[in-house]
């Protein structure tokens, strides 16, 4: 058997120098005009997502939570809230308006354009309304001589605009899976002394924090 010397084998011929280098110079990118309208929609598409599932910031039209919050707080909106905790009372939640009725209709564009502007709490959506869970389902409800009270026995409400009159009301039961809602300024709130109880499955999701303006940041 014939021993394999050096000479046997064929050579490998050096890779040619600049391959790399060519390779790259093949590669090319979006020119700037071009990639930041990119780079806007992508961002809108999800920022509309993150509104529609997790997150939404909720801008205050009204003084019907005053103190508490006022016109123009912008608070943020955790929609996973309910699907991963349970309901309870003293919390603020934003819910779809118990009183019904059809939201006008809007062209593809209108639509697109209210998303983004809800997605940011640049625009309150049109459909929802904010309040402070009172009553939950079973319990007896009831206003006395202005001080509410849950089954015979007045709770402590310390968020209360400073010279709210309430008058006398029920009292009520809470139905199962329904709700009993109020705001915190109780001279200028529509809410379930006048509307009734709220479906809880109309809950949005619940208001956790102020973060605009940014002297008014804190937890709800």
């Given at each position: 058997?014939a021993?394999?010397?050096?000479?046997d084998?064929?050579?490998?011929?050096?890779?040619?120098?600049?391959?790399?280098?060519?390779d790259d110079?093949?590669?090319?990118?979006?020119?700037?005009?071009?990639e930041?309208?990119?780079l806007?929609?992508?961002?809108?598409?999800?920022?509309v997502?993150?509104?529609t599932?997790?997150?939404?910031?909720?801008w205050?039209?009204?003084?019907?939570?005053?103190?508490?919050?006022?016109?123009?707080?912008?608070?943020m909106?955790?929609?996973?809230?309910?699907r991963l905790?349970?309901?309870?009372r003293?919390?603020?939640?934003?819910?779809d308006?118990?009183?019904?009725?059809?939201?006008p209709?809007?062209?593809?564009?209108?639509?697109?354009?209210?998303?983004?502007?809800?997605?940011?709490g640049?625009?309150?959506?049109?459909?929802?309304?904010i309040?402070?869970?009172?009553?939950l389902?079973g319990?007896?409800?009831?206003?006395v001589?202005?001080?509410?009270l849950?089954?015979?026995?007045p709770?402590d409400e310390?968020?209360?605009?400073t010279g709210?009159?309430?008058a006398?009301?029920?009292p009520?039961?809470?139905?199962?899976?329904?709700m009993?809602?109020?705001g915190?300024?109780?001279n200028?709130?529509?809410?379930?002394?006048?509307?009734g109880t709220?479906p809880?499955?109309?809950?949005?999701g619940?208001?956790f924090?102020?973060?605009?303006?940014?002297?008014?940041?804190?937890?709800?």
């Amino acid at each position: 058997m014939a021993a394999v010397t050096d000479f046997d084998l064929d050579p490998i011929p050096p890779e040619p120098l600049g391959v790399e280098a060519a390779d790259d110079g093949e590669k090319h990118t979006l020119p700037f005009w071009l990639e930041l309208p990119l780079l806007i929609l992508a961002a809108l598409v999800i920022a509309v997502i993150i509104k529609t599932f997790f997150f939404q910031a909720f801008w205050i039209p009204s003084s019907s939570m005053e103190d508490t919050l006022q016109i123009n707080d912008r608070v943020m909106v955790n929609k996973l809230a309910y699907r991963l905790g349970d309901l309870q009372r003293g919390q603020v939640i934003v819910f779809d308006d118990p009183r019904g009725g059809e939201a006008p209709e809007e062209t593809m564009f209108e639509a697109a354009r209210r998303n983004v502007t809800e997605a940011i709490g640049v625009s309150v959506p049109r459909t929802e309304f904010i309040k402070r869970v009172i009553g939950l389902p079973g319990e007896r409800v009831e206003i006395v001589q202005g001080r509410v009270l849950i089954d015979g026995i007045p709770i402590d409400e310390p968020y209360l605009k400073t010279g709210s009159v309430m008058a006398d009301f029920g009292p009520i039961i809470v139905p199962p899976g329904e709700m009993f809602v109020m705001g915190d300024n109780r001279n200028a709130s529509q809410d379930s002394r006048y509307f009734g109880t709220v479906p809880t499955d109309t809950i949005v999701g619940r208001a956790f924090v102020i973060m605009w303006p940014i002297d008014r940041w804190a937890t709800l």
